[in-house]
């Protein structure tokens, strides 16, 4: 079955302990994102990736940061959490390429993470 | 930089009405994608329907379809019959047709859809 998967699904940690958000697509999508959600905000950007060892920052990088090592896995890293980091955080994935059929690849989302920092 | 607002935090509708939920958009490119995205209660992601700003043809997915107006930079999601497992949060989203910073896509805040029985 084709899918983002994510983990955990919840996290509750302290701040300024190190974590790590796991990420995984089994379609072979060369671009993966992450999102936080908020309310009253919406789904806002992190990071992206266009493909293996190309990063890119998003709208809200601070505090963050990702690696793509390989395809299929996009890991988010919280050096160091923040009560302000407290969020539900998406994965994504999709195709992409130079012509509409790539670019116009919806974005498949994992399940979410529900991120508590106290 | 592109902005997609959809203005109204809530709607509610009866069951087997219609409703339709609103959504602008700004941005400078005259081609672009345009998705509605719903969240139920479990969290999900899931893609309700979407358009290519190319096509002047308005997308329809079963009870699901939009209304595209390109000069007025207006996506409006229109559900019909409604049922009870439409009550989610719903959210409008713009991906620009290049790669780059414009592959990712910029959501509006959504809406929160209540359906009564």
């Known amino acids: 079955e084709a899918q983002v998967t994510q983990n955990p699904r919840y996290l509750i940690t302290v701040t300024g302990k190190k974590l790590t958000v796991t990420c995984s697509q089994n379609?072979?999508?060369?671009?993966m994102s992450w999102y936080r959600q908020d309310p009253g905000l919406g789904l806002r950007q992190i990071y992206y990736?266009?493909?293996?060892?190309?990063?890119d920052k998003g709208d809200v990088p601070e505090g963050y940061k990702v690696s793509r090592k390989e395809k299929r896995n996009f890991p988010l890293i919280l050096e160091s959490p923040s009560p302000n980091q407290t969020s539900l955080y998406f994965c994504?994935?999709?195709?992409?390429?130079?012509?509409?059929?790539?670019?116009?690849?919806?974005?498949?989302f994992g399940n979410g993470t529900r991120l508590t920092v106290t | 930089a592109q902005t997609v607002t959809q203005s109204q935090p809530e709607m509610s509708v009866q069951e087997a009405e219609t409703v339709t939920l609103s959504c602008t958009y700004d941005?400078?490119?005259?081609?672009?994608?345009l998705f509605w995205y719903k969240q139920p209660p479990s969290r999900q992601m899931i893609l309700v329907i979407r358009?290519?700003?190319?096509?002047?043809q308005n997308a329809t997915e079963n009870r699901f379809s939009v209304n595209f107006q390109k000069a007025a930079k207006s996506f409006s999601l229109k559900i019909s019959d409604s049922q009870l497992g439409d009550a989610a949060m719903y959210f409008c989203a713009y991906r620009g047709s290049y790669t780059g910073a414009n592959s990712k896509l910029t959501f509006g805040k959504g809406i929160t859809l209540s359906v009564r029985p």
């Open positions: 358009q290519e700003a190319y096509k002047q």
């Open positions: 994504a994935s999709s195709l992409r390429g130079r012509d509409h059929v790539g670019v116009n690849s919806p974005l498949h």
């Open positions: 990736s266009m493909n293996v060892e190309v990063t």
């Open positions: 379609m072979n999508h060369e671009y």
């Open positions: 941005t400078s490119e005259s081609d672009y994608y």
